[in-house]
């Protein structure tokens, strides 16, 4: 299965201002994927990032808000912008190399806004 | 909408019993099914994924599913207190956007 390296782990950041997430794959992935926990909850999907083409947005997000790059098979960023202390949660972003064996995640960044 | 229903918890079993792990989904057309692990403060870990109805071990871990009754579930045998977490059921559908769908998860306490 893909090994994900993600950065950063955790940062605080002041409102208004944005965050670059960024996740680098070890292997070739197709599909790349954005995740949002908040605190005692499951994982909310925020985005599937395609090479190639625009991320798919799911129901309640925007790409205003969370823009996503995928410039090659290894690597994709989830731009957190404008942040509010809402968007205060732990981020994630997984992915399959191929889809019979499951989806690996990232670590985790864990943003926190004042 | 396609929804993934686990019991919240906590479960709790003592050290060495079995704990058992219940998920049930919506979508009938999914096709794969998958067990992540995840510790507080750490991301999810995948343990074990099924594909075809039945039992799947895999050390002190089995999957089971039915699809006629949209059901799978995990069995952890000899439960340990390295076994606590929260267990999140994850689904897919391959012709629908091949995303994963979660469960809430269902936290485990396996007590020493």
């Known amino acids: 299965s893909a090994v994900i390296s993600q950065k950063p782990s955790r940062d605080i950041c002041q409102r208004g201002t944005s965050l670059t997430i960024q996740c680098q794959v070890d292997?070739?992935?197709?599909?790349m994927f954005w995740y949002r926990q908040q605190p005692g909850q499951s994982l909310t999907l925020i985005a599937t990032?395609?090479?190639?083409?625009?991320?798919?947005?799911e129901s309640g997000f925007v790409i205003d808000k969370f823009p996503i790059s995928r410039p090659n098979l290894t690597f994709s960023t989830l731009t957190v912008s404008n942040m509010s202390p809402e968007d205060s949660s732990i981020y994630l972003c997984?992915?399959?190399?191929?889809?019979?064996?499951?989806?690996?995640f990232g670590s985790g960044t864990r943003l926190t806004v004042v | 909408q396609k929804e993934v229903e686990q019991n919240s918890g906590p479960l709790s079993v003592p050290e060495g019993a079995i704990a058992s792990l219940n998920c049930t989904y919506s979508?009938?057309?999914?096709?794969?099914f998958f067990w992540y692990r995840q510790y507080s403060g750490k991301s999810p870990e995948l343990i074990m994924s099924?594909?075809?109805?039945g039992d799947k071990e895999d050390g002190r871990f089995t999957a089971q599913l039915n699809k006629a009754s949209q059901y799978v579930s995990l069995l952890i045998r000899d439960s340990q207190p390295s076994d606590s977490a929260t267990y999140l059921c994850?689904?897919?559908?391959?012709?629908?956007?091949?995303?994963?769908?979660f469960g809430g998860g269902t936290r485990l306490m396996v007590k020493p």
């Open positions: 997984s992915a399959a190399g191929t889809m019979t064996y499951g989806y690996t």
């Open positions: 099924i594909y075809s109805n």
């Open positions: 292997s070739q992935v197709t599909m």
């Open positions: 990032a395609n090479q190639g083409s625009e991320a798919t947005y």
């Open positions: 994850a689904v897919l559908n391959n012709n629908a956007g091949n995303m994963l769908t």
């Open positions: 979508d009938r057309g999914s096709q794969s």
